[in-house]
Structure formats: C-alpha cells, structure tokens
C-alpha cells in the first residue's frame, strides 16, 4: 500500500497521455490527448489529469498557457495513463514513471513533479528554447509551479521599499500566485492570495489579481468586491501606500526600464490596468440590469465612480497616470450606467466627458460612440416627463443635439457620416410625431410645417441610405429603408 501511495504521490505533476479507454465516447474524445496530473483520488483510485486542449509543444507557449486547460479535471484510472517526457514527449511505458538509464531515482523537476525521459532533456526544458517554436525562450524555469504551494509571509510589507527582504518575499509570492493562475490553477491562486490579504491589506496587486481570479472562476460577485478593494487602495484616500514604496503590479509585470520609458512608475500602471480591465468587466456585470432600485446597479455605479477617480475624472490633470481612451471608456461605461438608472443629467455629462476626452487624444475617430448616445438620454427624460412644454422642450433639444452629432461625424468622418445622419433621423422623426399629437390635443405648435420636416427626412434618408450602402453597412441601410424611405415620402408636387 505504501509503494502504491509513493507511486500515486510521484505522478503528480506529471505529463501523461490518455491511452486505452475502451467505451466509445471516451476513447474518441480523450484517448491520445496529453495532460497534468493534479491530484489521487485513492477511495475512487483514479488521477484527476487537467487536459491540455493543444499539443504540449505549442501548450509551452506562454501566448497559450492562459486559456490552455479544461475547466473540469478528467479521472481516469492508472492503467489509461502514460507518462511521458515534457521536453520531447517520448512515451515513457503504460505503467511505469521515467527512469535514468545510470540512476534508481525518478527523473522529475524537484519543485514541480513534470516528468522527463532523460536528465538532457529536463536540462534543456529548464533552460528552454523549444526546437518547434523558437520565440519560446523563457523555459520551464518560468513556468515551474511548486506541488505544495506555501504560506505567505508573516508580516506586511509597511515602509519596507525595493530589495528589502520583506518587499521582496511578498513581491514572489504574488508573482507565484500570478504563475499558478496563468497555469490554470485559478482556484489555488485564489486561496494563496486571500491567505496573503489576511496578512498585507494594503497591496492593490493581490487585490486586482483576486479580481481576476474570481472573473476568470465565474464568481461575478467577489470579483466586484475584490476590483473595488483596488480601487479604494490605489485611489488611496489615507495614504496607506508610502513613499517610496510602490506596490509591484505583478499580473502584467514591468521591468523598471519600461516604466521609465513610459515615464510611470509601478502604481500608476497598476491604476492603468485596473481603469482599463475593471471598467471592462463592469460593463459586463451591468447587462441585464435597469432600474434606480437595481442592486447590481448600484454596486457597480460606486465601483465605476471609484475607477474615474483614478482617472482623474476625465480632467487630465495627470497625463501620465491612465491612458485618455482608458479614461474616456471608463467614463462612458460609467455613464451608461446611470442611463440604466435613469440618472439622465449625469449619464449625459458622463458622456460629454467621454466624448471630449477622447477627442483630445490622438484617436480622435473613436468619440462618437458617446455622443451618439446623448440624443436617446434626452428623449428618455422626454418619455418620462409629464408637463407638455417640457416636452416640447425636451424634444427640441434631441433634435439640437442629434443635429451637432450628425455635423460632427459628416465633417470630421465622412465614411460614418451616415451613422450621424440615423441618429438625427431617429430624433426629427420623433419631433413630427410628438407635434402631431400635440395638434390633436389642441395646441398649438408653431414653426414647424409637416411637409418641410418630410422633405427633410426623406432628403436625409436618401443619403443616410447611400452612405450605409457604401460602407457595407447592410443592416443600417436596411433599416433606413424600412424606417425612413418606404414610410416617409414627401407630397408629389403635381
């Protein structure tokens, strides 16, 4: 039972190739597929092996490592496993570890169990340089995962700076968390950095990493708490990050070369991952949701308000800090929310921040997503009003809006000039209906002809139409044509 039990223990960690499942399913879908050996389960007698979904050659890639491994670990018996050699993938016997032709013990990496055919070929894994795939110089020595995670260190990081053996402690063991979930391991890679938090609150890496961990895990709801921790720290109301410590972003780590060329430092990139990423995922969170009494709403508004914060707000006070577009998304998600609020006034000076923000960066044709929502904001206030002449108001103001977007985006981008053109479509063909209903409740509505404002639409409509078409906006043109040009024509002169 004890040589059963090492035997189990020693095929942890390795890399085996599924062979000799017998049940139609199973034998075509698994068998010949490569994997690692995680875990023993000895009540059922099976091995939980982590299959890899692309050749191990291609799988030591880092550009594949992320999203390399099923979420479910298949449990296979020990006679439908061979072990096989990491480096050249040599089969290695149905029933028997790797063994050195000059040596009784298992050739294994010590730290992480991966199995080899020869010591060669474990020296020259460790080194790396893969024969098929020569831009992989980083080696098994980067991507070497201890079987028996540690502790984290005992005390927090404080006052302590760069090279400092406490620093430096909590900087590895955050950079292994990092390496345990790019290999997959997001569940272990939770549970060291939660053990980490317990002991350091104060390090916005560990917290941005948890957010991502429970993303990637499908915890929707801790991921939001975790992103607002980083949020609140590197916003950084009680000055709890002194100078001259600077927390490392370990998730996307910078050598100080590059931030110096950037002309940033740690934690003003970590703020720039966390506005990008975050803002991102709330955007996402938010689907769905509606309402001023919706809860996810709110959690999310007051994560999203953290995030422009740390953007400065859109003012650009500090150029160096967030990216403007990263800034002018984060804004424009944050104003989207508050539409989905009915927070009006405020989602459309969210979105005139958004639009300004990007228009004063280098890629200037990509603000008119924002302004495009401004006219819809206002003709929601419209719906909801009750008095008559703020209505009357309210739709003239859609129109003004609608009116200096279809300008904007005909002078500034002719090719998507057309997508102005259908927002003011939208708002003046609102305006003919709305005045129509007015007539009918006897007011009176002056300055305002319904055959002008047909002669208008239709004019508008036609080259709306013709811009769609030419750039292969078919769904665009489509609408334009059943919306506009088939139901709004103008009287024949004769």
């Known amino acids: 039972q004890d040589d059963d039990d090492t035997q189990a223990l020693l095929l942890i960690g390795r890399c085996v190739r599924i062979d000799g499942l017998v049940s139609a399913p199973a034998a075509k879908k698994y068998n010949g597929k490569t994997g690692i050996v995680q875990s023993f389960d000895a009540k059922a007698g099976r091995y939980k092996v982590d299959l890899l979904l692309q050749p191990l050659s291609s799988a030591r890639n880092p550009k594949n490592d992320n999203n390399n491994k099923q979420q479910r670990p298949l449990a296979v018996k020990r006679a439908n496993i061979r072990v096989i050699c990491a480096k050249c993938r040599a089969n290695s016997g149905a029933s028997t570890v790797s063994m050195d032709e000059d040596s009784d013990s298992v050739i294994c990496c010590d730290r992480c169990g991966i199995s080899y055919c020869s010591t060669a070929c474990q020296k020259s894994h460790w080194i790396g340089v893969e024969p098929d795939n020569p831009e992989d110089v980083s080696g098994h020595c980067a991507r070497c995962i201890p079987r028996i995670l540690p ?220 302004l495009l929502l401004i006219p819809g904001v206002i003709m929601y206030k419209w719906k909801i009003a009750n008095d008559p002449q703020e209505k009357i108001e309210l739709v003239e103001q859609a129109v003004i809006e609608a009116r200096e977007v279809e300008r904007v985006m005909s002078t500034e981008t002719p090719d998507r000039g057309y997508e102005g053109q259908i927002c003011l479509l939208n708002m003046l063909k609102n305006q003919m209906i709305f005045n129509k209903q007015l007539c009918t409740m006897g007011y009176n509505v002056e300055g305002h002809s319904d055959q002008e404002m047909i002669q208008e639409i239709h004019g508008l409509a036609v080259e709306a139409y013709r811009g769609a078409t030419t750039a292969g906006d078919n769904d665009q043109a489509l609408f334009v044509k059943e919306s506009f040009l088939d139901t709004i024509k103008p009287a024949s002169n004769s």
């Open 151 to 370: 502790q984290p260190p005992f005390q927090p990081i404080g006052d302590s700076d760069t090279g400092n053996a406490v620093f430096e402690q909590i900087r590895e063991y955050l950079e292994l968390a990092s390496e345990v979930s790019d290999q997959g391991q997001r569940a272990e890679a939770r549970a060291m950095l939660e053990l980490l938090i317990k002991v350091d609150r104060n390090q916005p890496s560990a917290y941005y990493s948890l957010f991502q961990c429970c993303r990637l895990l499908g915890d929707q709801e801790m991921a939001l708490d975790y992103l607002m921790h980083a949020v609140q720290l590197l916003f950084d109301r009680n000055n709890v990050l002194r100078e001259p410590s600077e927390p490392d972003s370990v998730q996307y780590s910078m050598s100080e070369c590059q931030t110096a060329a950037m002309g940033i430092n740690a934690t003003q990139f970590m703020k720039s991952l966390v506005v990008r990423h975050g803002a991102q995922f709330v955007d996402q969170y938010v689907i769905g949701h509606h309402g001023p009494q919706s809860a996810a709403l709110k959690r999310a508004h007051s994560v999203l308000s953290g995030i422009a914060c740390l953007g400065n707000g859109g003012r650009g006070e500090n150029e160096n800090d967030v990216a403007p577009e990263d800034v002018a998304t984060a804004m424009h998600i944050l104003g989207n929310c508050e539409r989905k609020m009915e927070k009006t006034d405020e989602a459309i000076e969210k979105f005139r921040i958004a639009n300004n923000v990007r228009r004063n960066a280098k890629d200037k044709k990509s603000h008119y997503p924002s």
